[in-house]
């Protein structure tokens, strides 16, 4: 459309000496122009007159022939002051390398303060070749601008915020199995920026004990469009592992069909790992005070049976009693004075055990304190002819304190030559292995056994004895859960009367 | 003190040697009664009163101490309930033991044929009132 009028101006320039009047002459094309809500100027590059067409003026607010007939007066009291840099850098590239001339700025009207408008022409040769002049014309862009900017606020604002928060959005489309990401992901998880990745492939960002989770999520949106909310650890293409929260929202056609999971993917390493770590030191605490209250409980048990006595021995040396009573009753307390001081050796023992928290673990060659323990009890087993096998080789060294080790093998194989079934020769297999990651021991024999529906509880109790045998006292097992326990490890016990007892623990 | 005619003998199951001592000491100076008879378990004092040949010997009042090797002071309990219709005579049943476990207070006294739960050690003044309820 301009091109046309140009053409017409060009053919009248020679004999047209004002601005307005050209224009004006072509009253048809003018209204035609003018009605478009468009308004025309004309510019003189060289001394800067200018014209302003009638709906120029009115989108200004002015009525025609009001505004000043200069470009210099536009540029510098109608253009906004941030925008005439831009608006003469538009010009002047214009004019050196006929670069489309085509700029958004802001023009103040007359009541509307400023407002935004596009203005668009083209420079124009006189009879010399020489640029002379430029016309072109103005649109009121003022109210796309202003959504235009709103958008963007917004839409810097939205990044910003997801910046701040760490969080990115993803779509998955269930047709194509295909899932995309938001730039934040890609930032701030170090994902590849690509268009779109097969689930699958997708699914290898994360954790390999995580994918299960996933898939189940997934599916379960899909087939019941049933929302997930998962902490999944995520493996970042440098192969760090992040903790990521993500949610999905099924997106349901008018079929009641999942088409698309939209979801969001935030990093909540920090957070997660905090958390983790409050929780283990809940557990060791909850753990540690648990223990705390056990032996709590051990030791006002323990300390009171023998008050007790004393107590009761006092009673009745208060009564009138004869000298030969009162010397017996002497001897009793000086009994109850000795085992008081046992107990409290026994009790000093596990506080040992409990307190000892810089225990020093050093690689132990499980066999050769097998050994050392075995012939520690080498009369005991010739006495009781008990055969004794062992195989370490599964897992010959463990990291431990050499002590406890000692201590449990120890244990162990007194209470299996003790509490071996008269007239059986006690049969005593001890083997170590891994599983899990975690280093064990187990530690069988053919013994009397305990009945553990009634005893179970108990077996590793202080002072809780089972069998007629005058030297049990109660302490052995005891001692040995604690240190095994206070490394980290458990101790299970399976046992059948009359058969044998089988011991089952994980050192670590 | 005057003896109880009702109360003629006394068991005391416990293995705490010295409490025993004590237990039968005191029962001698304030004269409660003649026959004392002592098991360290409980299963002891089960194969005692179960076996017919002891009918005449069976005791008015057990003491019952709770941990104890071989059958403990509950198991004793379970087994005591199902024969005690066959012993033909009213037995009271003290449990006495140090633990001042609310559990194991609470278990006792939800057992009908405990009469009590007494907390050791048992002074005089205690022993000679729960000779005096049983009797």
């Not at chain 1, 001394?47 to 536009?74: I, M, Q, R, V």
Request: aromatic content about 10%; charged content about 25%.
């Amino acid at each position: 459309m301009p091109e046309k009028i140009n053409t017409s101006l060009a053919d009248k320039s020679g004999n047209i000496d004002s601005f307005a009047d050209h224009y004006l002459a072509n009253e048809q094309l003018l209204n035609l122009l003018e009605s478009t809500n468009t308004g025309l100027w004309e510019r003189n590059i060289i001394t800067n007159d200018a014209w302003w067409s009638p709906k120029f003026c009115e989108l200004l607010g002015h009525s025609y022939g009001e505004l000043e007939l200069s470009y210099t007066f536009f540029i510098n009291h109608l253009v906004h002051p941030d925008d005439r840099d831009l608006v003469y850098d538009a010009f002047k590239n214009h004019l050196r390398d006929e670069s489309i001339y085509k700029v958004e700025f802001r023009i103040l009207t007359k009541s509307d303060g400023y407002r935004w408008f596009e203005s668009s022409g083209k420079a124009w040769p006189d009879e010399n070749g020489k640029l002379s002049k430029m016309i072109g014309s103005i649109t009121d862009i003022d109210q796309k601008k202003k959504y235009e900017l709103e958008l963007k606020r917004n839409q810097f604002l939205l990044a910003e915020t997801n910046k701040i928060a760490n969080i990115g959005g993803w779509e998955l489309d269930t047709d194509t199995m295909e899932v995309s990401w938001s730039q934040q992901i890609f930032e701030s998880d170090k994902m590849p920026l690509t268009s779109k990745v097969e689930i699958n492939k997708a699914l290898g960002f994360f954790e390999a004990d995580q994918h299960k989770t996933i898939i189940n999520a997934v599916n379960d949106a899909i087939d019941f469009c049933k929302p997930f909310d998962l902490e999944v650890k995520f493996r970042t293409p440098d192969s760090s592992i992040t903790w990521i929260r993500t949610k999905g929202i099924p997106v349901v056609d008018d079929h009641g069909k999942c088409i698309t999971i939209r979801g969001i993917f935030q990093n909540i390493d920090e957070i997660k790992t905090k958390e983790l770590n409050l929780q283990a030191s809940l557990d060791l605490l909850g753990d540690q005070n648990k223990r705390l209250q056990n032996f709590a409980h051990i030791v006002s048990h323990n300390l009171r049976s023998h008050s007790g006595n004393l107590q009761f021995m006092v009673n009745i040396f208060d009564e009138d009693i004869s000298i030969a009573d009162r010397t017996e009753i002497f001897t009793n307390i000086r009994s109850i004075s000795e085992s008081l001081a046992t107990t409290i050796d026994h009790l000093n023992e596990i506080v040992k055990i409990q307190t000892e928290i810089s225990k020093e673990l050093k690689p132990v060659d499980i066999l050769q304190i097998f050994k050392s323990t075995q012939s520690a009890l080498d009369s005991n087993i010739s006495e009781t002819r008990a055969i004794i096998c062992c195989d370490f080789s599964e897992c010959p060294i463990v990291n431990y304190v050499p002590a406890y080790l000692e201590s449990i093998f120890l244990n162990l194989l007194t209470n299996s030559l003790k509490y071996r079934q008269p007239g059986r020769a006690p049969r005593i297999v001890c083997n170590s292995y891994w599983e899990d990651g975690h280093p064990y021991l187990t530690f069988e024999d053919n013994g009397s056994g305990i009945d553990l529906d009634r005893h179970g509880e108990k077996v590793f109790g202080m002072y809780k004895t089972f069998h007629k045998n005058t030297n049990a006292k109660g302490i052995g097992l005891f001692i040995t859960r604690n240190q095994i326990e206070s490394l980290g490890g458990t101790i299970k016990i399976e046992s059948t009367v009359n058969v044998g007892t089988k011991f089952t623990i994980r050192l670590v | 003190m005057t003896l109880l005619e009702n109360i003629k003998t006394v068991c005391v199951i416990d293995d705490d040697k010295i409490y025993v001592y004590g237990l039968k000491k005191l029962i001698s100076i304030k004269q409660l009664c003649p026959n004392l008879l002592e098991f360290p378990n409980g299963k002891e004092a089960m194969d005692f009163l179960v076996n017919p040949e002891n009918q005449s010997a069976l005791p008015d009042i057990i003491f019952l101490d709770i941990n104890m090797p071989v059958m403990d002071g509950w198991d004793f309990m379970d087994h005591f309930v199902k024969i005690k219709s066959q012993l033909g005579k009213k037995i009271t049943v003290y449990m006495v033991s140090s633990s001042i476990n609310d559990d194991d207070i609470n278990r006792a006294k939800n057992i009908s044929d405990v009469s009590d739960y007494i907390v050791k050690p048992v002074s005089p003044a205690k022993l000679v009132e729960l000779f005096n309820l049983a009797a």
